[in-house]
């Protein structure tokens, strides 16, 4: 079992009202890598510029991430991206974009990572998502996740993609922008005609829902006191559903499609509780499966006699 993601490696600079940093490591793909590693096997694919030192590798190889198809493009510069919240944690204010060595990245993958079970298309351009999605012959679950940058500026292209994935992650601003379908539940059925079997309708601190053909299953976040930074919410929160989904087996019915929910959200809820990715680097697995049963106890009535 292994998962092969492609999508941004960055440098974040983040402003939150608790505090700011000016370059961190980030990207989606980074903070999917390492929300993955704690359940399966990962595989990072993208291009980076000679800023992206020894540090850097470090943090994803402590990870037991491997790292053999990031490509040096040397003389580049790697993503990078600047973004600020205000109180409303739920909103990331774009304040730059510098795509930078994947300006004209042309993916190259290993035979170990077209070989993977599973590929996630972190947020990325779109076409760069699609052409990843043809080399990944071995893959039998796709998941994709995208944002209102992309969908403002490939929108065409973004369509094409979501037709070639089984599980779409979008928030729940983005699917109605992707649809322009003010209600969520009808926004999700017409995302699913596009091809997705699964849709994840992320809803930042109210959590997230989930539907498919024949199931609809609604979580909330897990309730935490110390928000200090959401940057990497979604993409842990995918490195989770996934990498528990891989390690599952990766079959789509429902249970194990809301184990990987709660795995998500669990892996989410630690990423917020610092800047960009320094909580889960810190993490556990003793830790992820401890607030794993803690959450599920608090989220479901199972349990509760009736009256
Ligand atoms: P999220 O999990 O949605 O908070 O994503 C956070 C990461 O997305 C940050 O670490 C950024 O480096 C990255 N990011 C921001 N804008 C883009 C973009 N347009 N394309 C790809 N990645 C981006």
Redo the contacts with the bound molecule.
């Keep these: 079992m292994s998962v092969t993601v492609v ?2 490696i ?3 600079a ?1 402003k939150t009202p608790f505090g700011e940093r000016e370059r961190i490591l ?3 793909a ?3 890598s390492l929300a993955a590693s704690f359940f399966t096997d990962v595989r990072v694919v993208g291009p980076v510029g000679d800023d992206f030192g020894e540090a850097e590798y470090a943090v994803l190889r402590e990870r037991g991430v491997n790292t053999d198809d990031i490509e040096l493009v040397e003389g580049g510069q790697t ?3 600047a ?1 600020e919240y205000e109180y409303d944690l739920n909103s ?1 204010k ?1 304040l730059d ?1 510098q ?1 930078n060595v ?1 300006g004209d990245f042309q993916p190259k993958l290993s035979e170990g990572s077209r070989n993977a079970e599973l590929l996630f298309l ?4 779109p076409d760069l998502q699609r052409e990843v999605r043809e080399q990944c012959t071995g893959a039998q679950v796709a998941g994709l ?1 995208s ?1 209102n ?2 969908i403002e500026s490939t929108r065409d292209s973004l369509v094409r993609t979501i037709g070639m994935v089984d599980i779409l992650f979008l ?1 729940d601003a983005e699917l109605r922008m992707l649809t322009e379908e003010p209600n969520l539940v009808r926004a999700a059925r017409k995302v699913m005609e596009m091809g997705p079997r699964v849709i994840v309708a992320k809803q930042g601190e109210y959590g997230a829902a989930l539907f498919s053909e024949d199931a609809f299953f609604a979580l909330p976040a897990f309730p935490l006191e110390t928000v200090i930074d ?9 490195g989770g559903f996934l990498g528990y989904l891989d390690s599952a087996g990766r079959s789509l019915d429902e249970g194990t499609l809301r184990r990987a929910m709660t795995y998500g959200s669990t892996l989410a809820s630690f ?1 917020v509780e610092e800047f ?1 990715s320094e909580r889960g680097r810190r993490l556990t697995r003793e830790e992820i499966d401890e607030r794993y049963e803690l959450f599920r106890r608090i989220t479901t009535i199972e349990s509760v006699p009736t009256a």
Excluded: E, K, V, Y
């Design positions: 999508g941004s960055a440098f974040d983040i980030g990207g989606a980074t903070h999917f993503f990078f991206w973004g990331a774009t974009t795509l994947f972190a947020n990325i351009q996740d944002m940058f992309w928030n959401p940057t990497g919410a979604g993409d842990s929160f995918a990423w960009g």
